[in-house]
């Protein structure tokens, strides 16, 4: 899902990452770049260009931070207006003050619908509800016989016209299965009506007349995702000829693009307030802007990472710091402590360690990392003196067994420390990095 954008943009990242200061041609050049990645994601060309401008002009007006470097700051923004083209905060369903709860399912035939039916009333049946599920297609010869299969399977009741009375009136189906969700107290019901093939009156007024008969809290739109801006035009006509609530994209898991996911709400002015992405029952979740966003720019939890590192860090300090490292005065055993300090503050070694992209491929090393172990470091520094903690090269052996004494350790943990420390410092130099502390840190694996 969603693969091309992904590669573009992370491609177009890693380009900002090598650059300590972004000039206005680098930052036009960046523009260009996400235009055209969003662009061959086939999302709407008003959608793009309100997009491009925003980030651009958010990204000019620096609001720098100052705990974070030029590339991390447009992955901020650009995450950020990501999130708000999709729509902003997650939205689920109203539910109406005197139950039942009316939802009803629009779109085109082979959307998705029927199976969508299933999904929606599973979901709301495991969150305390008692869905009842409506047959109000009645145009395709097999819609009511398949709607009751997907009713099974979810463990839903199913109202469905008797057998044999004919093609029957959907709208008069409708207004029964209300009735009846009413005398046998379902709390929620999901009408699932007829689609065609393509947009047409008679659907669209067989659409509006059974929403004027039952006066849905919700009508959502189901369409393919896979149409890409076939579905965004679809949503309008709907929108236009019976009126929607929110929309519900289905097969995710076949859209390689996401043209239709990243124009729809804007476009539509209305949420998208589920996903389905597979054939099982279980595919479907409540769709959630922000992490649709982080999903599109892979970025595992990173973007929480960067919020938390804004919040931790004290940037002066972090600055100092990231001076010394260059080059500018020497960093030493007191900037170690309080870099790792700031960490800690952010919660356990592991788990922010865990939030990187890639960590993945260091799980186990991570999960072995030893919180008391990260105390023993501080311990260990907590008993030199200042000058010690400045330059460790005056560390001799009565003032390293002092130290192993006072912090009640080893010489060996306090030389491991040390060499480590030193080790890690000309690492460090030689990247002569941004303004984050570095993993790689003694005490640590
Ligand atoms: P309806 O005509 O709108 O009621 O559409 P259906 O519910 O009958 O679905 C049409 C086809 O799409 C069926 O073969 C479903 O199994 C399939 N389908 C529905 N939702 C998804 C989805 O999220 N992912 C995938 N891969 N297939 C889906």
Not at 76 to 97: H, Q
Not at 199 to 215: G, P, R, S
Not at 298 to 324: H, N, P
């Amino acid at each position: 899902m969603f693969d091309t954008l992904q590669d573009r943009l992370s491609t177009v990242f890693k380009g900002l990452r090598s650059k300590g200061r972004l000039t206005e041609a680098d930052l036009d050049a960046t523009m260009r770049e996400i235009r055209i990645a969003l662009l061959e994601a086939d999302v709407n060309l008003g959608v793009v260009k309100e997009f491009v401008a925003a980030v651009k002009e958010r990204s000019l007006g620096a609001e720098l931070s100052k705990a974070l470097n030029p590339s991390q700051q447009i992955i901020k923004i650009v995450n950020e207006e990501l999130v708000s083209i999709l729509g902003g905060e997650a939205r689920t369903i109203r539910f109406a003050k005197r139950p039942p709860t009316v939802i009803m399912l629009a779109g085109l035939q082979g959307a998705g619908k029927t199976t969508l039916a299933g999904k929606l009333a599973k979901w709301l049946a495991g969150s305390q509800h008692s869905p009842l599920l409506v047959a109000a297609d009645l145009q395709r010869p097999n819609a009511v016989n398949q709607l009751q299969i997907v009713g099974q399977r979810a463990g839903v009741q199913v109202f469905a016209p008797e057998p044999g009375n004919g093609v029957g009136d959907p709208v008069d189906v409708a207004r029964r299965a209300i009735e009846h969700a009413r005398t046998k107290l379902h709390d929620v019901v999901i009408v699932d009506t007829a689609g065609r093939l393509g947009v047409d009156a008679e659907l669209m007024q067989q659409a509006a007349d059974i929403k004027a008969a039952v006066n849905p809290d919700e009508t959502l739109f189901v369409v393919d995702a896979m149409i890409g801006q076939d579905a965004v035009n679809t949503a309008k006509a709907f929108d236009e000829g019976v009126g929607i609530d929110g929309v519900v994209l289905t097969k995710l898991d076949g859209d390689a693009r996401g043209g239709a996911a990243l124009s729809i709400a804007r476009v539509l002015g209305k949420p998208i307030m589920f996903a389905s992405n597979g054939e099982a029952l279980a595919d479907f979740d409540m769709f959630h802007p922000d992490r649709m966003a982080s999903r599109i720019l892979g970025m595992g939890d990173v973007l929480t990472l960067i919020e938390q590192a804004e919040k931790t860090f004290d940037a002066e300090q972090s600055r100092a710091a990231a001076e010394k490292l260059m080059g500018r005065g020497k960093f030493g055993l007191q900037d170690f402590l309080s870099q790792m300090q700031q960490l800690r503050k952010m919660g356990p070694m592991s788990k922010i360690l865990g939030m990187l992209p890639g960590a993945g491929q260091f799980k186990d090393a991570i999960n072995e990392i030893d919180e008391k172990e990260i105390d023993r470091v501080e311990a260990i520094i907590y008993s030199m003196t200042p000058k010690e903690r400045d330059d460790v090269s005056i560390l001799n052996g009565s003032r390293r067994a002092r130290i192993a004494k006072g912090a009640g350790v080893q010489v060996s943990d306090v030389n491991k420390l040390v060499t480590r420390f030193v080790e890690a410092r000309k690492m460090m130099e030689s990247m002569a990095g941004g303004g984050m502390p570095m993993p790689g840190m003694p005490g640590m694996g």
